[in-house]
Structure formats: structure tokens, C-alpha cells
């Protein structure tokens, strides 16, 4: 398997009980192999019982695996994933996400807009430029430091998900060196 989905092979199996190895397999041997994504997710509910949303996310995938679609491409656009550990304060990054002033030292005024906020470590938000949707976690990794998780949903492209991974990257190494060094 070339891609390895987000779901761990725990997960899918307890779910389905079958592993991502043996979803794709299964898939890949079959009748459906070359089929369009609708048709794979008639065959994994009705050959196979497989509940709704396990659907899509097999034939995602399966899909992924054989190249057909971009493994920054979802259900509902494209996506970009950033996680890293920066040697902050869980508390203090939290809030440069949360605090406007605080958010303006390290990114554009205006571009994010929280809309959920799950103290100490969750924020949901839009992404204005765009109307996309960005998901943070912030969790504690050791005294003094996180590990900053952004996930930026519903893009229009996979070259859109590419230049948002760079871009938030990027912002990451602005968030500690602004933020940071006014501790």
C-alpha cells in the first residue's frame, strides 16, 4: 500500500471487519477495480454491508492507493495537514489562535476567523481568503513545549492543499518567532 490512510488499521478493522490491506486487496481484485468511486461504494454496501461513511472512506483510499485521486483530495475538496512541535507553551499557542491582537503578530488580520473554540487545545475556524475551513490541535509534548496541528479543509485543488501546507509551514516558524521572543 503506497498511501496509508488516517484511520489506523485498528480502527478500520474493528469497524469493518477487514484491514486497509485487505479492503484494498479485496477491492483491487474485484469486479469494481476500474469502476467509478459511486460504483465502488454500491459494491462495498451491498457485496459487503459496509456502513456509509466506512464506504467513503475505503474507496477514498483504494482510490488514493492506485493514484486515481490525490491523497490531499477528500470527499469534500482537498486538504493540507501540517503538525509540528514547537518549543512553546501548549497555553500560549493556544491563545495566538484564539486573541486577534495576538493572532495579527503572526498572521495577515482578517484571514481566520475562529468559530469553535474547545479550550485548552481545539480550534475551528474559516479561512476568509478562500471560505475553507481550518482545524487546529494544540497538545502538550513535554514541559514547555506542543505539537501545533493545522488541518486546512475544502480546497479547491491539490496545487491549493501544496501551497497551503507551505504557506502554514511557514506561519508556524512565525508563530514561535513572534510570539516566542514576547515571552
Known amino acids: 500500500m503506497t498511501h496509508q490512510p488516517d484511520i489506523s488499521d485498528d480502527?478500520?478493522?474493528?469497524?469493518?471487519?477487514r484491514s486497509w490491506s485487505e479492503w484494498l486487496a479485496l477491492i483491487g481484485g474485484s469486479s469494481v477495480a476500474k469502476a467509478?468511486?459511486?460504483?465502488?461504494?454500491?459494491?462495498?454496501?451491498?457485496?459487503?454491508?459496509?456502513?456509509?461513511?466506512?464506504?467513503?472512506?475505503i474507496a477514498t483510499a483504494y482510490e488514493q492507493s492506485i493514484g486515481r485521486i490525490?491523497?490531499?483530495?477528500?470527499?469534500?475538496?482537498?486538504?493540507?495537514?501540517?503538525?509540528q512541535v514547537v518549543n512553546l507553551p501548549r497555553d500560549l499557542v493556544f491563545q495566538a489562535w484564539i486573541d486577534g491582537e495576538l493572532r495579527a503578530k503572526w498572521l495577515r488580520h482578517g484571514d481566520f476567523e475562529p468559530s469553535m473554540v474547545r479550550s485548552p487545545d481545539t480550534v475551528r475556524g474559516q479561512w476568509?481568503?478562500?471560505?475553507?475551513r481550518v482545524d487546529i490541535t494544540v497538545a502538550e509534548s513535554g514541559e514547555?513545549?506542543?505539537?501545533?496541528?493545522?488541518?486546512?479543509?475544502?480546497?479547491a485543488s491539490d496545487s491549493a492543499a501544496g501551497e497551503m501546507k507551505t504557506f502554514w509551514t511557514k506561519s508556524i516558524d512565525?508563530?514561535?518567532e513572534r510570539i516566542g521572543s514576547n515571552r
Not at 460504483?39 to 451491498?46: A, G, P
Request: proline share 3%; charged share 25%.
Open 11 to 17: 480502527e478500520v478493522l474493528k469497524a469493518t471487519g
Open 70 to 83: 490525490s491523497e490531499s483530495e477528500t470527499d469534500d475538496g482537498f486538504q493540507a495537514e501540517v503538525s
Open 144 to 155: 514547555g513545549k506542543c505539537e501545533l496541528t493545522i488541518l486546512h479543509r475544502k480546497l
Open 174 to 176: 512565525r508563530l514561535v
Open 36 to 57: 467509478s468511486h459511486d460504483d465502488i461504494l454500491v459494491f462495498l454496501r451491498e457485496q459487503h454491508g459496509v456502513p456509509g461513511w466506512w464506504q467513503r472512506a
Open 128 to 132: 476568509m481568503p478562500s471560505c475553507s
